[in-house]
C-alpha cells in the first residue's frame, strides 16, 4: 500500500540555524498538508499546499516557516531560524482531493528538538 | 471554530472487553469526522470517517462509530478489545468543504490488559 514518507525520522539542532524536514507524499495526490505535536499536546495544522502554493495556514505558521514542492516527489517544510518551542513530531499528510471530505494520510513524523 | 473533545487521556480495558473512546465536537457547520490511530513509532491511520449518510460508520480492524448529532458525538467503539489495539486514538473533525485543514482532539491512549 502507498504511503507517505519522512526524513529524518529524528533532528537534533541549536536554536537559530534552519532546519528543513522532507516528506514524499503518495504519488498520485495532489494536496499536501504539514501538522506538528508537541509533547503532550494536540495535533496542530501548520499548513496545506495545492499546485506550487499555499492554500490554508494556521497563525503558527508564521515567517519563520515556508514550504515547498522542489521537485515531482518532494515536499519540505523549512524553519529559517529555530526556536526552543519549535520542537515538536512535525506529521506530514497528502490526499488525493482536497475539502474535508477525502482522507489525509500521515507518515510517521520527524521529531524535531531545538537545544 | 471548530473544537474537539475527546474524554479520558488514557482508557484501560481488558482483552475481550468492549473499548469505548469518547469523543465530543463543536461545529457551526455539518461536520466531518474522524478517527485516526497511532501505533508507537508510526503516523497517524485513519480507522474511519464520517462525511455524509448512515450515521453508523465502521472502519477497519473491527472499529466503528456513530454520529450523534443531538448529542454532538462520535464516540469510537469495539466489540472486544484484542492486545493489538494498543495505540493511541485521536478524534478529528474537518471544517468542512471549503478548508484544507483537520482539527485533532488530544488523543486517548488505549491500555489493553491480558
Known amino acids: 500500500e502507498p504511503e507517505v514518507t519522512q526524513t529524518p525520522s529524528h533532528q537534533v539542532t541549536q536554536m537559530g540555524q534552519e532546519v528543513i524536514l522532507r516528506c514524499v507524499p503518495i504519488s498520485n495526490h495532489l494536496y499536501f498538508y504539514w501538522y506538528r505535536q508537541i509533547l503532550g499536546q494536540k495535533v496542530e495544522f501548520l499548513v496545506s499546499?495545492?499546485?506550487?502554493?499555499?492554500?490554508?495556514k494556521s497563525e503558527i505558521f508564521d515567517d519563520q516557516f515556508s514550504v515547498e514542492r522542489p521537485d515531482g516527489s518532494n515536499f519540505t517544510l523549512k524553519i529559517r531560524s529555530t526556536k526552543l518551542e519549535d520542537s515538536a513530531m512535525y506529521f506530514c499528510a497528502s490526499s488525493e482531493k482536497p475539502w474535508g471530505t477525502d482522507t489525509q494520510y500521515f507518515g510517521p513524523g520527524t521529531r524535531l528538538t531545538v537545544l | 471554530a471548530q473544537s474537539v473533545t475527546q474524554l479520558g487521556s488514557h482508557v484501560s480495558v481488558s482483552e475481550g472487553a468492549l473499548v469505548l473512546l469518547r469523543c465530543n465536537y463543536s461545529?457551526?457547520?455539518?461536520?466531518?469526522l474522524f478517527w485516526y490511530v497511532q501505533y508507537p513509532n508510526q503516523g497517524l491511520q485513519l480507522l474511519l470517517k464520517y462525511t455524509t449518510g448512515a450515521t453508523l460508520v465502521k472502519g477497519i480492524n473491527g472499529f466503528e462509530a456513530e454520529f450523534k448529532k443531538s448529542e454532538t458525538s462520535f464516540h469510537l467503539t469495539k466489540p472486544s478489545a484484542h492486545m493489538s489495539d494498543a495505540a493511541e486514538y485521536f478524534c478529528?473533525?474537518?471544517?468542512?468543504?471549503?478548508?484544507?485543514?483537520?482539527?485533532f482532539g488530544s488523543g486517548t491512549r488505549l491500555l489493553v490488559r491480558p
Open positions: 478529528a473533525v474537518s471544517e468542512g468543504p471549503t478548508s484544507y485543514k483537520l482539527i
Open positions: 461545529s457551526s457547520v455539518p461536520p466531518y
Open positions: 499546499f495545492y499546485n506550487n502554493e499555499i492554500s490554508e
